[in-house]
């Protein structure tokens, strides 16, 4: 029986994109179950899989995981051949530092550039807590480039759980125009590229809810 993911709009919704990268880019099997969100509905139909009351949940068996950082790390262990953390220790310490970084800050950039996959060209206003957001996020990238892309296009070289946490950091900085500089473009350009962005880009331009408190930028 294949793992169900319950996840919320593709075009919306940062975190199931995240639980969803994962396991696609991982080449796992799995049936994809979509709750439309912000709906009078929305809470009582997640509360059949989760009792959080958010999405992504991942139900493998007779098991729910919720929260992305838990399905991350459940997927690592239940799949280990997958190899979603680096082999080496002090290439996985920094995965994972990276990783829960994502997971509890960047705050400005959360609520100031909400992600929104259909829109371009949107355009915020960029106070000095946004771009600190911002530019972190480039450290972060760039440092990888420069230790670890030798191995290969994906911040740590190969696929990992943090590749699944930043893809979403790709589309928010698409949708708002933000320039980086070159150490900081390959990463996005191979989240781009990767057939499973594209599938689910693709499936956003089909989505014809609109959330209109997401709508963020002119």
Not at 45 to 66: C, K, M, Q, T
Not at 130 to 146: V, Y
Not at 184 to 212: D, F, G, K, N
Request: net charge negative.
């Amino acid at each position: 029986m294949n793992p169900r993911l319950i996840i919320g709009n593709k075009n919306y919704s940062s975190w199931s994109l995240r639980a969803w990268f994962l396991l696609r880019e991982a080449d796992i099997d799995f049936d994809e179950h979509r709750i439309v969100l912000d709906t009078d509905d929305t809470a009582r139909e997640i509360a059949e899989f989760s009792p959080a009351g958010r999405v992504p949940v991942l139900l493998l068996d007779d098991i729910a995981v919720w929260d992305t950082l838990a399905i991350a790390e459940t997927v690592a262990e239940r799949w280990p051949g997958k190899k979603l953390w680096p082999g080496d220790a002090a290439a996985r310490a920094h995965a994972r530092s990276v990783s829960a970084e994502m997971h509890s800050g960047f705050e400005e950039l959360r609520s100031r550039m909400p992600m929104n996959c259909r829109a371009m060209g949107r355009r915020v206003a960029l106070p000095d807590e946004l771009t600190s957001d911002i530019d972190r996020i480039i450290d972060i990238w760039s440092d990888c480039h420069r230790r670890y892309g030798d191995g290969g296009p994906w911040l740590f070289g190969d696929f990992s759980i943090a590749d699944a946490m930043y893809a979403p950091v790709v589309l928010r900085l698409r949708t708002y125009g933000i320039n980086l500089p070159e150490s900081a473009r390959h990463y996005p350009q191979r989240v781009l590229q990767s057939e499973a962005m594209q599938e689910w880009l693709l499936a956003c331009e089909t989505e014809i809810e609109v959330i209109e408190h997401e709508e963020v930028g002119q």
